[in-house]
């Protein structure tokens, strides 16, 4: 059996005629390169609509979601009062090009949460929000490089796509034609979780480093966890070398805890990212500081960043209404026991059929790994049987579970995800790794 050569149930003949108009005009028929299904193969979904936890494509196929827009969505889909707060911003127009006061609320929420945030400024993607903080970062130190991490992907800003993860990683492109030299050159990569790496990088460079810029649990790789002693390093040589530790929580903010993963793991970084969770589903980003540094932004300070549709009304509005309801006291131990009844139980199916596994699980996000692990960096996320993840994809998808279409991403819960159709997964996993080991 090759990927994809199945049909689901009620077929996929919509969806393949969907891909095959969107092939001609728009490349690869996609908007982002990882959901064109090229590493597992076969016609990607187009989706109709999602409720909760739930998805349905253009052919009628229902599918438990363990994609969630890739993590913003961590009510589910359609949650009310998201769909109310956008219908009711809409209705007062979409955009002024000028202050309102949901940016100043949320941006209260941001810095009430979030331990090192005291100022936010508000972007419209991650991508613009890790691009701007870098530049606050070279111009505050007034030096040009950077370092980040193998299979850390921070978006796709020209300095930041050095061995990035993610889709690049999926498709075996390890940087990027279109990036000139000049660029990548002041990108400067070192190993997860190896500090002896980013050692030898400030003992060459200290000097020139602007940022070191990190995922605290990484999600672009698959889901991987930090060191404590690699934590430390990075927030040690950043500040013996007069560097900044840039914490880039577009996946892990508002998801691995109200105060993303630096109230977990207890970091200080002096700049955090923010996006995803951040807009419930429609464009946002955000980059968070001391108001020391933050105040060396534009007009406040020297450093320019702008956008038209920075903070509009309706980003804003969906905002405040998916992240208001994070603060119910059981929310974070809800997220966590249904995140990790999923991954004992997928551990237990996969055992039964011999097949390698390691699932890495983080509260929210958990990435199942077809390698014996441990799985601590790029190099040993790299060993996972990719042959074995793309059947089990398939087998998945026909089972009605939709999971990221590639080994190296991380599977999203929400909190519309109940005990049933966890249990309901973990039942179809049981039986693809059953047709796996056949
Ligand atoms: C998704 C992501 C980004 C980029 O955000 P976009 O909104 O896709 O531009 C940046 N950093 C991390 C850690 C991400 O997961």
């Known amino acids: 059996m090759t990927p994809g050569s199945r049909t689901s149930p009620s077929g996929t003949s919509r969806s393949s005629q969907l891909y095959e108009r969107a092939r001609q005009i728009i490349p690869g028929g996609v908007s982002s390169p990882v959901r064109a299904f090229t590493a597992v193969g076969g016609t990607p979904r187009f989706i109709e609509r999602g409720q909760g936890p739930l998805l349905w494509d253009v ?33 007062s127009g979409t955009s002024f090009g000028a202050p309102t006061k949901r940016e100043v609320r949320l941006a209260e929420l941001i810095v009430d949460a979030v331990p090192s945030a005291e100022m936010v400024r508000f972007v419209s993607s991650g991508t613009e929000a890790t691009m701007s903080a870098i530049r606050l970062a070279r111009g505050w130190t007034a030096r040009d490089k950077i370092v980040k991490f ?27 034609p279109g990036v000139p030299a000049g660029t990548a050159c002041d990108t ?9 790496s980013l050692c030898a990088l400030f003992d060459k460079h200290g000097a020139d480093i602007a940022a070191v810029i990190m995922e605290p649990f990484a999600g672009n790789m698959g889901v991987v966890s930090p060191d ?43 700049i955090t990212t923010l996006g995803k969770i951040l807009g419930g589903g429609l464009p946002i980003g955000a980059f968070a500081g001391s108001s020391d540094v933050m105040r060396h932004i534009a007009p406040d300070g020297p450093v320019y960043q702008a956008g038209t549709l920075s903070g509009n009304p309706i980003s804003t509005a969906a905002g405040i209404a998916n992240i208001e309801p994070l603060h119910q006291p059981t929310f974070y131990e809800h997220l966590k026991s249904l995140t990790d009844r999923l991954a004992i139980g997928l551990t237990e199916a996969a055992g ?6 390691t699932v890495n699980v983080q509260t929210g996000m958990l990435t199942v790994f077809f390698t014996n692990g441990p799985v601590r960096d790029l190099h040993s996320a790299r060993e996972s049987d990719t042959g074995h993840f793309a059947r089990f994809f398939h087998a998945m ?4 579970v939709y999971i990221p279409p590639s080994q190296f991403e991380a599977w999203m819960l929400s909190s519309s995800h109940t005990e049933e159709l ?5 039942e179809a996993a049981w039986e693809a790794f059953r047709e796996l080991a056949a």
């Open 59 to 91: 052919d009628g196929n229902e599918y438990i979601d363990f994609v969630m827009s890739w993590g913003p969505l961590i009510h589910g889909h359609a949650f009310p009062p998201v769909v109310r707060a956008v219908a009711e911003a809409a209705a």
């Open 150 to 176: 193998a299979g850390n992907y921070h978006g796709h800003a020209d300095s930041l796509l050095a061995q990035a993860g993610s889709g690049a990683l999926t498709l075996g492109v390890p940087s990027s």
């Open 188 to 196: 400067l990569v070192a190993e997860y979780n190896d500090p002896d």
């Open 228 to 270: 404590p002693d690699f934590l430390e390093a990075i927030r040690r040589l950043t500040s013996d070398h007069g560097a900044l530790f840039i914490c880039d929580e577009v996946i892990t903010g508002f998801r691995v805890a109200l105060g993303g993963a630096q109230s977990v793991l207890d970091l200080d970084p002096d």
């Open 352 to 357: 039964t059929s011999n097949i390698p596994v």
């Open 397 to 400: 998808l026909e089972n009605g």
């Open 422 to 426: 966890i249990d309901r997964t973990i």
